[in-house]
């Protein structure tokens, strides 16, 4: 496909619960996923990325996962708290190598409730 | 050092009318891709420009255009406006071109909103 796929669409969980979002992409030569928070009003921040030659990377509540034989990456929260409520955006790269762009996920609003 | 800078914030224009918006990369990048976001439908790329080269363009008709300075501050220009062209319009700038199989991070500017009426 001509996009990163992103699921779910949206997801609400109990404060304390954990939230996996998934993206998967098409092109195989992709090498870096970051992932994005969008919270309401304000611009996308990186909040954690993985390049190709590692199948895990954590930072404290937050990890990415990577497959690349599935060619699939999940964003892991855990502990949800209520300032996790945000749009989660993945990323990958697609295209050939001298025009290649980066290339969005739908999005996945995350509703953290009490 | 100052991030990612977007002008004007909020505009209100008229269908038919043009609009020029302007993104101020981080100091040292070389590197501003523009982004329309609206709802339902994610971040759309538009283009990217690198080293005053545009370097990539996504699948917007040519009312869209854009260019880079010499100082890699970038402005994109809407002509013909249409209703359908309301959203928010992201700015990003990186060191290396975006989508560069090396992983450059981008960083988003706070954007500008366009209504169109």
């Known amino acids: 496909g001509e996009n990163v796929e992103q699921h779910p669409s949206t997801l609400s969980v109990q404060e304390g619960d954990s939230a996996v979002i998934k993206c998967t992409y098409s092109d195989s030569a992709s090498n870096y996923f970051p992932w994005y928070k969008q919270e309401l009003g304000k611009r996308p921040q990186l909040i954690i990325d993985?390049?190709?030659?590692?199948g895990e990377k954590k930072d404290q509540r937050i990890a990415v996962t990577l497959n690349k034989t599935a060619k699939h990456f999940s964003l892991h929260i855990t502990e949800t708290q209520p300032e996790d409520s945000a749009v989660y955006f993945c990323a990958a790269p697609r295209g050939p190598g001298t025009a290649s762009k980066l290339t969005f996920g739908t999005g996945t609003r995350l509703q953290v409730t009490l | 050092k100052a991030g990612v800078t977007q002008t004007p914030r909020y505009l209100i224009k008229t269908r038919g009318q043009q609009v020029t918006l302007s993104c101020s990369p981080i100091?040292?990048?070389?590197?501003v891709s523009w982004y329309q976001q609206t709802p339902g439908q994610g971040l759309q790329f538009l283009f990217e420009?690198?080293?005053?080269?545009?370097?990539n363009k996504g699948n917007f008709p040519g009312r869209f255009s854009g260019r880079q300075f010499s100082n890699s501050r970038s402005e994109m220009n809407v002509s013909t406006l249409e209703l359908g062209d309301s959203a928010l319009y992201l700015c990003a700038s990186s060191f290396e071109p975006a989508g560069a199989r090396t992983g450059n991070t981008i960083y988003f500017g706070e954007g500008s909103w366009l209504t169109v009426v």
């Open positions: 420009y690198f080293s005053e080269t545009q370097r």
């Open positions: 993985i390049r190709s030659n590692v």
């Open positions: 100091s040292g990048h070389r590197s």
